[in-house]
């Protein structure tokens, strides 16, 4: 059984990955052409909040989709 705050964790990357392959399209996030900034601003624009209801920042994302480091060019 998953505690709740894994619950949201888990709601909150489906929310990113779904918005971002309407938004993008599956080829090119997947290629990862995208970066961090831009995924930040897609959810904010939409008003996709974070699993504590805040904005979405660079590490935010980067966190939820378990990458070490943003790509090169993103900051």
Aim: cysteine-free; glycine content about 6%.
């Amino acid at each position: 059984m998953l505690s709740p705050s894994m619950r949201a964790s888990l709601r909150a990357e489906n929310r990113i990955h779904f918005s971002l392959t309407r938004t993008f399209g599956s080829a090119q996030w997947s290629s990862g052409a995208i970066s961090l900034r831009q995924i930040a601003a897609v959810l904010n624009e939409r008003h996709i909040k974070t699993a504590r209801g805040k904005d979405w920042t660079e590490t935010r994302v980067m966190r939820v989709l378990g990458q070490e480091k943003a790509p090169l060019g993103s900051a």
